[in-house]
């Protein structure tokens, strides 16, 4: 898979941009947490600020409240360098949605969302440009994009210009139970886009909704072959703290996490997608590619924020060079 890193942007995510309300007195279950530090949140918006902090040219299609929540966002973009030309404001009142996070242990955390007329999910067709779309190396949807309307329309009308444009496409499952009307839509809307997606990440339970109506067994590799004889180039399927398993052509690499001392259980997937995709398109192996993926998760599960705390490249090369990634990642000779 090549990526034409000459282009004017190497990525556009799609989809949700949030705010992130983390407590600061830890390990006490959300009702008797007092104290929170606000950021830049949402699955897209992270990895936006991931592949921003590594070097990339990023972009992004979204939509933000009018108010000063709005501000912070397009604000925090800029400052990383992250084009916000295609980041439109809502008219109606609509107000971007808000994140309590609960850190009950080092490996016990949960996610609290409001997510009733959010800003995020009013991107319309008319938002998506097609030049925008040519401009860019790659396009990343996530799957919280595709739970109504209009922002499951305009995602699907990015993924057909970038089909037909050869723009590579990025599938984040990103699943949140929040807007969805049942497990068959669910199932539908995720399935067709992984359908044409180059490179499709999701835990295992995203996954097994995705595969709903499939007639799948529940294996990572019925999954994986499923996807990749649909033309998926990459399959990752992640496990939590277990690590993940990513397959390609040239087989399966089981990946560990590295051993770190955790101080929340979210944010792991979105540093992992970031290095992953930026080692991966400047033309890394794909192992090594996994390997920086892992690493990162391991520094974002180890740290207080997700967007903030995303690192640099030379962060995350003194990461590696100080861990054991012998340990981390086996090859696995499985033929697809």
């Not at 399927?237 to 398993?245: D, N, P, Q, T």
């Not at 390609?248 to 995709?277: H, I, M, N, Q």
Request: aromatic content about 10%.
């Amino acid at each position: 898979m090549q990526f034409d890193l000459s282009k004017p942007l190497h990525i556009i995510p799609v989809g949700r941009v949030a705010i992130d309300f983390n407590p600061t007195d830890y390990y006490r279950p959300l009702e008797k947490s007092e104290n929170f530090n606000k950021y830049l949140g949402g699955s897209p918006a992270n990895i936006a600020v991931g592949m921003a902090r590594l070097g990339n040219r990023v972009g992004f299609l979204g939509r933000v409240s009018d108010d000063a929540f709005g501000r912070f966002v397009t604000d925090y973009f800029e400052n990383e360098g992250i084009d916000t030309s295609h980041i439109r404001t809502c008219t109606n009142g609509e107000k971007l949605g808000l994140t309590f996070t609960e850190m009950r242990s080092p490996t016990e955390s949960s996610i609290l969302m409001y997510r009733e007329g959010v800003a995020d999910l009013q991107l319309s067709p008319e938002d998506v440009d097609e030049a925008y779309i040519a401009s860019s190396a790659s396009l990343l949807i996530s799957g919280t994009a595709l739970c109504t309307s209009p922002t499951r329309e305009a995602s699907f009308k990015a993924l057909t210009l970038a089909k037909r444009l050869g723009v590579p496409v990025i599938f984040d499952a990103d699943y949140r139970a929040y807007t969805w009307k049942s497990m068959d839509e669910i199932a539908v809307y995720t399935s067709l886009v992984a359908e044409k997606a180059d490179i499709i990440m999701g835990s295992r339970e995203e996954f097994d909704l995705m595969e709903r109506l499939l007639g799948l067994d529940g294996t990572d590799e019925a999954s994986a072959r499923y996807w990749l004889e649909k033309g998926a180039q990459v399959c990752i399927i992640k496990h939590g703290k277990s690590g993940s398993r990513a397959y390609s052509r040239e087989g399966c690499y089981v990946v560990k996490p590295f051993p770190v001392t955790a101080l929340k259980g979210f944010g792991g997937g979105d540093g992992y997608a970031s290095s992953f995709l930026h080692a991966y398109m400047a033309g890394h192996s794909l192992k090594d590619s996994l390997v920086r993926g892992s690493a990162s998760a391991a520094m974002l599960v180890a740290s207080h924020a997700c967007s903030r705390d995303m690192p640099t490249e030379e962060a995350l090369e003194k990461f590696i060079a100080g861990a054991d990634c012998g340990s981390v990642i086996e090859k696995i000779d499985t033929v697809f």
